[in-house]
Nanobody, 123 residues
Framework: QVQPVESGGGSVQAGGSLRLSCAASGRLFSTYAMGWFRQAPGKGRELVAA????????DYAEEGKDRFTISRDNRKDTVYLQMNDLQPEDTAVYYC????????????????WGQGTQVTVSS
């Protein structure tokens, strides 16, 4: 199993950028698909981006498709989410999650979760 730990959140103005990191300690990180989810106040948790155990297999929610980039470095057991042109509607707690092998899109399909990192975007 792996234990994700997020970092890199913070406060930015609209149009700014942040890079979130998720260090996933544990064995066989390279065999896990990793997902970035977010949860805004009063809303459900939703997938933002995911990357499979095969690095070329990535997918994005429509909201972030042109602004966010997910990547992984298996040598460092870390997955990243580069977020550009952030907007106030991107304000949320961002969570990193892991599951074996292939990308899935629903919260319950991921087995291991981090504690989340807050992203706040002001207008």
């Amino acid at each position: 199993q792996v234990q994700p730990v997020e970092s890199g959140g913070g406060s930015v103005q609209a149009g700014g950028s942040l890079r979130l990191s998720c260090a996933a300690s544990g064995r066989l990180f390279s065999t896990y698909a990793m997902g970035w989810f977010r949860q805004a106040p009063g809303k459900g948790r939703e997938l933002v981006a995911a990357i499979g155990w095969i690095e070329s297999n990535v997918d994005y929610a429509e909201e972030g498709k042109d602004r966010f980039t997910i990547s992984r470095d298996n040598r460092k057991d870390t997955v990243y989410l580069q977020m550009n042109d952030l907007q106030p509607e991107d304000t949320a707690v961002y969570y990193c999650a892991a599951r074996r092998r292939d990308i899935r899109y629903r919260v319950w399909e991921y087995n291991y979760w981090g504690q989340g990192t807050q992203v706040t975007v002001s207008s």
